[in-house]
């Protein structure tokens, strides 16, 4: 079976109804990131991250998958697929997706702020303060923050060089290290980028361009790979 490998942002989420987050001029939901999305952010004022990521868990649970995350999903009828995604809502798998790879971590589980390997997960939309891990540290939310180390990027690494198939959606390929993982797809392999707006930092030739949104792009492409 040949290996298909995924690498989504924001941009496959966006149809569901998750804003982007450089659509709007590097805002996230009218929230500056150094305000919601750093270590000190929560050194600083904890009450409002642990707020902002509420909002964004209640939004994930609202949402539901949209066609571009089943047609990933059927892409494992035909081949050995793994998504590598920087989104930290948990759409691909609530499409199907069996094999996905979460680099920014996943929005429905809380971590133990005194140890990153202590992660639980969290029953509902809201994380309170006051809750703690079995460490007794303040639980917070499972996510990488700008700034932090993405515990997941050498397995990332590995699995994009083993890549037959490239497919990119909705990245805006603007955030490191996600946005060198590209450069680990070896040179001879097909690659293809599905946004309507298609990033303008170098991408070389070697890039199929599908200037769709994800909801068009990704099932047709899935489409002509299942005949191929
Ligand atoms: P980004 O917001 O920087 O870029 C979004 C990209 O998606 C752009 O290139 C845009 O043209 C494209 N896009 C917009 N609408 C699209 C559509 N309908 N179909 C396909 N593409 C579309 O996103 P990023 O590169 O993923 O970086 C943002 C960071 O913020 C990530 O690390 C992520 O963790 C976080 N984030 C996550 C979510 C989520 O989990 N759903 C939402 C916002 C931000």
Same mark, same amino acid.
């Given at each position: 079976?040949?290996?298909?490998?995924?690498?989504?942002?924001?941009?496959?989420?966006?149809?569901?109804?998750?804003?982007?987050?450089?659509?709007?001029?590097?805002?996230?939901?009218?929230?500056?990131?150094?305000?919601?999305?750093?270590?000190?952010?929560?050194?600083?004022?904890?009450?409002? *991250?642990?707020?902002?990521?509420?909002?964004?868990?209640?939004?994930?649970?609202?949402?539901?998958?949209?066609?571009?995350?089943?047609?990933?999903?059927?892409?494992?009828?035909?081949?050995? *697929?793994?998504?590598?995604?920087?989104?930290?809502?948990?759409?691909? #798998?609530?499409?199907?997706?069996?094999?996905?790879?979460?680099?920014?971590?996943?929005?429905?589980?809380?971590?133990?702020?005194?140890?990153?390997?202590?992660?639980?997960?969290?029953?509902?939309?809201?994380?309170?303060?006051?809750?703690?891990? #079995?460490?007794?540290?303040?639980?917070?939310?499972?996510? *990488?923050?700008?700034?932090?180390?993405?515990?997941?990027?050498?397995?990332?690494?590995?699995?994009?060089?083993?890549?037959?198939?490239?497919?990119?959606?909705?990245?805006?390929?603007?955030?490191?290290?996600?946005?060198?993982?590209?450069?680990?797809?070896?040179?001879?392999?097909?690659?293809?980028?599905?946004?309507?707006?298609?990033?303008?930092?170098?991408?070389?030739?070697?890039?199929?361009?599908?200037?769709?949104?994800?909801?068009?792009?990704?099932?047709?492409?899935?489409?002509?790979?299942?005949?191929?």
């Amino acid at each position: 079976m040949k290996k298909v490998v995924v690498l989504t942002g924001a941009g496959i989420s966006a149809e569901s109804g998750l804003k982007t987050f450089r659509d709007s001029d590097g805002l996230w939901e009218g929230y500056d990131i150094q305000e919601v999305a750093t270590p000190q952010a929560w050194d600083w004022n904890p009450k409002l *991250v642990q707020e902002f990521y509420n909002m964004r868990r209640k939004a994930c649970i609202e949402a539901s998958p949209n066609t571009a995350h089943y047609a990933l999903a059927k892409l494992e009828d035909k081949y050995d *697929v793994t998504v590598i995604t920087q989104n930290i809502d948990d759409l691909h #798998e609530r499409g199907g997706s069996t094999n996905v790879v979460h680099l920014h971590g996943i929005i429905t589980r809380s971590q133990s702020s005194e140890d990153a390997e202590l992660t639980y997960p969290i029953d509902g939309w809201e994380l309170k303060m006051g809750e703690q891990c #079995e460490l007794g540290s303040q639980l917070r939310p499972h996510v *990488v923050w700008f700034g932090e180390d993405v515990p997941m990027i050498s397995t990332a690494m590995d699995i994009c060089r083993q890549a037959d198939i490239f497919i990119l959606v909705g990245s805006s390929l603007a955030v490191y290290p996600a946005a060198g993982l590209i450069n680990f797809v070896r040179r001879e392999v097909p690659k293809y980028i599905i946004d309507p707006k298609i990033p303008s930092i170098s991408l070389g030739d070697s890039f199929i361009k599908i200037e769709e949104k994800a909801t068009i792009g990704v099932p047709e492409l899935v489409e002509e790979l299942l005949v191929i």
